[in-house]
């Protein structure tokens, strides 16, 4: 079955340094990857998505996420944290066994808190 | 453009009313809405999937008797938690897919569920 693993719960950078968060899929095909994000009191935003072609995807915000096949991995990245940056991450993969109804899978979420 | 709304965002009510929730996609036609649960700090749970016209398809271990999902339009799903109790409580999410859209899918802002 497919399977989303982001190996870590919770994340503290400080401001100004580089982020990246883990995720890691079992998937049997070419995976459909997205990365969200869930800011307090706000709804889920689509930060990026990896559908086919260049394996590095860029994203709103000035993030970035890298498709590596051979690790099965979709890590999202940004050079530079901001305060504002500090949210709930969920990285998702595309349910090939869905059918018409194309569900997401779900990452438990990486929690990202950001020191000034 | 892609904003999908939810009403109400937070609602308070006794142990064994009804309660609506409606999920609208305010400038796109969604063919396929998604309902989810949240608990605090933990990953989105997907209820069930609507589809505009046809009976909901449900999770496994999600009631449908107690949570009844309409979506009679492209623009507008509901969620009914019926004889609702106080483990009813949650954050609810809906989500809509663009009918020209493969996988992507746009959040609303949750409701806020407490029951008492």
């Known amino acids: 079955a497919q399977s989303v693993t982001q190996p870590d719960i919770h994340i503290t950078v400080s401001e100004g340094a580089s982020l990246e968060l883990r995720c890691n899929y079992s998937y049997g095909a070419t995976p459909y990857l997205f990365w969200y994000v869930q800011s307090p009191g706000q709804g889920l935003q689509l930060l990026l998505k990896y559908f086919s072609g260049d394996t590095l995807v860029q994203g709103i915000k000035g993030f970035e996420a890298e498709f590596k096949r051979s690790q099965s991995s979709f890590n999202l990245r940004k050079p530079s944290v901001h305060w504002s940056d500090a949210a709930e991450y969920f990285c998702a993969v595309g349910d090939e066994n869905a059918g018409n109804n194309r569900k997401l899978i779900w990452g438990l979420g990486t929690s990202l808190a950001v020191n000034p | 453009g892609a904003v999908v709304s939810q009403h109400p965002s937070w609602v308070i009510c006794k142990s064994g009313t009804s309660v609506k929730i409606e999920c609208r996609s305010l400038?796109?036609?969604?063919?396929?809405m998604f309902w989810y649960r949240q608990f605090p700090k933990q990953s989105l749970m997907l209820m069930a999937t609507s589809n505009e016209g046809s009976k909901a398809t449900y999770e496994q271990g999600v009631e449908k008797d107690k949570f009844l999902i309409n979506h009679a339009s492209l623009t507008l799903s509901t969620l009914t938690v019926t004889s609702a109790h106080p483990e009813d409580s949650s954050f609810y999410i809906c989500?809509?897919?663009?009918?020209?859209?493969?996988?992507?899918?746009?959040f609303g802002p949750g409701t806020r569920l407490t029951v008492t």
């Open positions: 400038d796109f036609q969604a063919t396929t």
């Open positions: 989500s809509a897919r663009p009918v020209a859209a493969y996988l992507g899918q746009y």
